[in-house]
């Protein structure tokens, strides 16, 4: 399941050492001993001037500070290697103005990397906790997917949680006041598909229903494109790429994708 920290504490470190530490594991970062990793984060946050000074020192360059944040405003990144990112990201209460759906507060969705978080500043955001078997689930929209309830908690500060790639589902709710969150995320270089999910919060909630798949696949992205543009025979290249890959996952969204087209000749005159 998910792993929660409650560590203790007055060793404090820099943005610089937890980059040393975690640069030393290489391809290993949060796989091998996550107990220390979490106690890195721990003691980042009594660091509390790190983060201000990390963004002030961005923002000294207004155009690499623009490169290196080319997200939702909701996030600014810290660090970028091959194998890890570290991040900061905001969370606020919402007051109904446009664009705060970025937050994703009240929407069950699950991750296809792992990321280890901390609550540095503010009450935390509060999150209920299920999990699921990934290799279980074909991904189509309407699914049903057997789901098991494991907890409800807050990531207040300096709590450190892990959330597990493709097995844990969370839903976040507002925080009562604005709150800031540390993320060590790990990418993988071949994606789960990532799901939202429709599903009652409730701990005797069994079952969930795929609501939407939010990892799109690129070549399937440009055959969409491609066939609306008129070009011919898109369903059969985009099919013999995916297999040449011997991408299970990729092969799954490309089926999708030609299931919605129901092939149809295209007139190219």
Do not use: C
Request: net charge negative; aromatic share 10%; proline share 5%.
């Amino acid at each position: 399941m998910a792993i929660t920290w409650d560590l203790e504490t007055d060793a404090s470190i820099s943005l610089g050492e937890l980059i040393v530490f975690l640069d030393a594991q290489g391809g290993r970062v949060l796989t091998d001993d996550l107990d220390s990793a979490a106690m890195m984060l721990r003691r980042l946050y009594n660091n509390r001037t790190f983060l201000s000074e990390t963004l002030l020192q961005q923002l000294a360059n207004p155009a690499a500070f623009k490169a290196m944040n080319p997200y939702t405003p909701q996030v600014f990144m810290l660090h970028r290697t091959e194998h890890y990112f570290i991040r900061a990201a905001v969370w606020t209460p919402p007051e109904g103005r446009t664009g705060e759906e970025i937050f994703f507060y009240e929407d069950p969705h699950d991750h296809n990397f792992e990321l280890l978080t901390l609550g540095y500043e503010g009450p935390g955001y509060e999150t209920v906790l299920y999990e699921y078997d990934h290799d279980q689930v074909v991904g189509d929209v309407g699914e049903i997917v057997d789901v098991r309830f494991l907890e409800r908690t807050r990531l207040s500060r300096g709590r450190v949680m892990f959330y597990r790639d493709s097995k844990d589902i969370h839903v976040q709710f507002p925080s009562e006041d604005f709150s800031i969150s540390i993320n060590v995320v790990v990418p993988k270089m071949q994606m789960n598909r990532q799901y939202s999910f429709d599903m009652d919060l409730s701990p005797e909630t069994t079952r969930a229903v795929i609501r939407e798949n939010l990892m799109f696949h690129t070549p399937t992205v440009i055959s969409r494109l491609a066939y609306a543009m008129g070009v011919p025979d898109v369903a059969a290249k985009l099919q013999d790429f995916v297999a040449s890959t011997g991408d299970l996952n990729a092969q799954r969204i490309a089926d999708e994708f030609i299931r919605e087209l129901q092939v149809r000749p295209l007139d190219t005159a």
